[in-house]
């Protein structure tokens, strides 16, 4: 590993968890009802794990499965893949420089700032996990029943700034 690819590297520990019950992709949701509920259980995951410090750092559709109908016909929404999660206020990680992670579409704007100006001290919090939510919502309203995004989002969902 170079000295500069070192520079951006973190220390991580790979864990696999299996996690019982699967779920489906937040998109299979069957009502707008389930959509947002699914929404809200993540906004509510979110406060979690903000409680404990931890960033997500890659809010997107794909990574909100919805699992149940449980016993009494509620379907939740699960925030699965934290692979790109950190401790936020950690000494060892806030004084790394690190890129910012997200996908295109949900990234919060001042992220997207942030990487388009190749800003490396702006620090993800988990505000902008919770802005990433409200692109998500937005993204996911125009699209429950649609086979196809908007003509104007197919730029904007393909990652081409």
Request: proline share 3%; aromatic share 6%.
């Amino acid at each position: 590993m170079s000295s500069r690819t070192k520079e951006y590297s973190i220390n991580r520990e790979l864990t696999l968890a299996i996690l019982s019950p699967s779920g489906r992709p937040l998109e299979s949701s069957s009502t707008v009802r389930e959509f947002v509920s699914g929404i809200r259980d993540i906004i509510m995951g979110l406060r979690n794990l903000h409680e404990m410090n931890i960033v997500h750092g890659d809010i997107l559709a794909e990574n909100i499965i919805l699992t149940g109908p449980d016993r009494m016909g509620v379907t939740k929404g699960t925030l699965i893949d934290l692979d790109m999660a950190f401790l936020h206020g950690n000494e060892n990680e806030m004084n790394l420089p690190r890129a910012t992670s997200g996908t295109t579409k949900y990234m919060a704007l001042e992220l997207l700032r942030a990487v388009t100006e190749i800003d490396l001290s702006l620090k993800q919090t988990y505000c902008h996990d919770l802005e990433s939510c409200f692109y998500v919502l937005v993204v996911g309203s125009m699209s429950i029943g649609a086979k196809l995004f908007p003509v104007n989002l197919e730029r904007w969902t393909s990652n081409d700034l």
